[in-house]
């Protein structure tokens, strides 16, 4: 398992975490054999935003010997008191519905309590407007909620919602489908999108990931709306090297799922290499580097998905993005102009323009 770190709370969270889209039609005992074997693979970070209220009960027998070792986030509007889930903003039914989860789950904190769903600015105002927000306010005063995260498919409202709340992690939809305008979410431009990337990574707000697959249409050449298919791993890989992204969530229902989602860390590079959605990037994302490191291996030792992601982190205003390319072993100057990297590029990146580019904007090292 590999771990990263949420620079505003600390914690160290594991790339590969649990999401509970389909848990709920496993078996009970599957499914706390499924939660068990992720967690004895390495996973401790677990969304639980599921389909039905069941679902608690299944984390709280597969976790509660452990529940200091793993980390819950919990979302406020997300209503399970009918047995199914419900979306609500009223903060009495919340508060009720939260009180149920703790108790079922065998706990008394919440490390990530997420403002539920808000993908209109309609929905903030609803939210505030009911209470729930006061509500998520005054459990972590309490000491009940330890951080405050939000989930959303829209950067616009994000962008919003960002301005006014501390926000620590954001549960966002990301995948290749959404991030070129293709799927039911695919809101937002491909700069809009980018742009939560980087105000993320240089704020130390975490991503957490959901619908890594679009829902399994991006598994499916039939359903893709690509016309191709691409595997899991590409997929979690693509999540993966976005700006800001911490964990992404895939939905597990049974241990051999598990199983597979966790061998991506065995996996190799080439199975995870997505390179080939260069070949239906639309026409604003051409010429864009989205640091798949297709371009490798570089004759001159340098590491180009990093340093194009250093240099557009710095220019979005990181101010740890400097230090970290400064720290890498060969920086754009090193560039020996082989056309190597621009050969390989599936998005038409002049690799060979940006190393000059980029260049003379850190300057010497």
């Given at each position: 398992?590999?771990?990263r770190i949420n620079?505003?709370?600390?914690?160290?969270?594991?790339?590969?975490?649990?999401?509970?889209?389909?848990?709920?039609?496993?078996?009970?005992?599957?499914?706390?054999?499924?939660?068990?074997?992720?967690?004895?693979?390495?996973?401790?970070?677990?969304?639980?935003?599921?389909?039905?209220?069941?679902?608690?009960?299944?984390?709280?027998?597969?976790?509660?010997?452990?529940?200091?070792?793993?980390?819950?986030?919990?979302?406020?509007?997300?209503?399970?008191?009918?047995?199914?889930?419900?979306?609500?903003?009223?903060?009495?039914?919340?508060?009720?519905?939260?009180?149920?989860?703790?108790?079922?789950?065998?706990?008394?904190?919440?490390?990530?309590?997420?403002?539920?769903?808000?993908?209109?600015?309609?929905?903030?105002?609803?939210?505030?407007?009911?209470?729930?927000?006061?509500?998520?306010?005054?459990?972590?005063?309490?000491?009940?909620?330890?951080?405050?995260?939000?989930?959303?498919h829209t950067p616009?409202?994000?962008?919003?919602?960002?301005?006014?709340?501390?926000?620590?992690?954001?549960?966002?939809?990301?995948?290749?489908?959404?991030?070129?305008?293709?799927?039911?979410?695919?809101?937002?431009?491909?700069?809009?999108?980018?742009?939560?990337?980087?105000?993320?990574?240089a704020e130390g707000?975490?991503?957490?990931?959901?619908?890594?697959?679009?829902?399994?249409?991006?598994?499916?050449?039939?359903?893709?709306?690509?016309?191709?298919?691409?595997?899991?791993?590409?997929?979690?890989?693509?999540?993966?090297?976005?700006?800001?992204?911490?964990?992404?969530?895939?939905?597990?229902?049974?241990?051999?799922?598990?199983?597979?989602?966790?061998?991506?860390?065995?996996?190799?590079?080439?199975?995870?290499?997505?390179?080939?959605?260069?070949?239906?990037?639309?026409?604003?994302?051409?010429?864009?580097?989205?640091?798949?490191?297709?371009?490798?291996?570089?004759?001159?030792?340098?590491?180009?998905?990093?340093?194009?992601?250093?240099?557009?982190?710095?220019?979005?205003?990181?101010?740890?993005?400097?230090?970290?390319?400064?720290?890498?072993?060969?920086?754009?100057?090193?560039?020996?102009?082989?056309?190597?990297?621009?050969?390989?590029?599936?998005?038409?990146?002049?690799?060979?323009?940006?190393?000059?580019?980029?260049?003379?904007?850190?300057?010497?090292?």
């Amino acid at each position: 398992m590999e771990y990263r770190i949420n620079r505003r709370t600390g914690d160290r969270i594991s790339v590969l975490g649990f999401g509970t889209s389909y848990i709920a039609n496993a078996e009970e005992k599957e499914a706390v054999a499924t939660i068990r074997k992720a967690y004895a693979g390495g996973v401790n970070y677990f969304d639980l935003a599921t389909a039905e209220a069941r679902t608690f009960s299944y984390f709280g027998k597969a976790l509660g010997d452990v529940r200091k070792n793993v980390l819950y986030q919990i979302h406020f509007g997300a209503n399970y008191l009918s047995g199914t889930y419900g979306w609500t903003t009223d903060a009495d039914t919340i508060r009720r519905s939260i009180e149920w989860q703790l108790k079922t789950l065998n706990t008394d904190y919440i490390d990530y309590g997420f403002i539920h769903c808000i993908d209109e600015l309609s929905d903030w105002q609803e939210y505030q407007q009911g209470g729930a927000y006061d509500l998520l306010l005054e459990m972590k005063r309490q000491g009940i909620v330890r951080h405050i995260g939000m989930s959303s498919h829209t950067p616009a409202t994000i962008q919003k919602v960002l301005d006014r709340v501390p926000v620590e992690m954001l549960m966002f939809s990301v995948n290749p489908g959404y991030d070129y305008q293709q799927g039911e979410y695919a809101r937002g431009s491909v700069e809009e999108r980018a742009a939560i990337y980087r105000r993320c990574e240089a704020e130390g707000i975490g991503i957490s990931v959901m619908k890594p697959f679009s829902g399994g249409q991006l598994l499916d050449a039939a359903l893709s709306p690509f016309g191709k298919a691409l595997t899991q791993y590409q997929c979690m890989q693509y999540a993966l090297d976005r700006p800001g992204v911490l964990t992404v969530l895939p939905g597990m229902s049974s241990v051999a799922q598990a199983e597979h989602l966790l061998h991506f860390f065995e996996a190799s590079d080439a199975e995870k290499d997505y390179s080939q959605i260069g070949s239906f990037s639309p026409a604003e994302a051409v010429g864009r580097c989205v640091y798949c490191n297709h371009c490798k291996p570089c004759p001159a030792g340098i590491e180009i998905g990093l340093v194009n992601k250093y240099y557009d982190l710095a220019r979005n205003g990181d101010p740890m993005a400097e230090e970290h390319y400064r720290g890498l072993a060969r920086h754009a100057q090193d560039c020996i102009g082989c056309g190597h990297c621009n050969h390989r590029c599936p998005f038409h990146v002049d690799q060979m323009a940006r190393m000059r580019e980029i260049a003379a904007y850190f300057g010497g090292c």
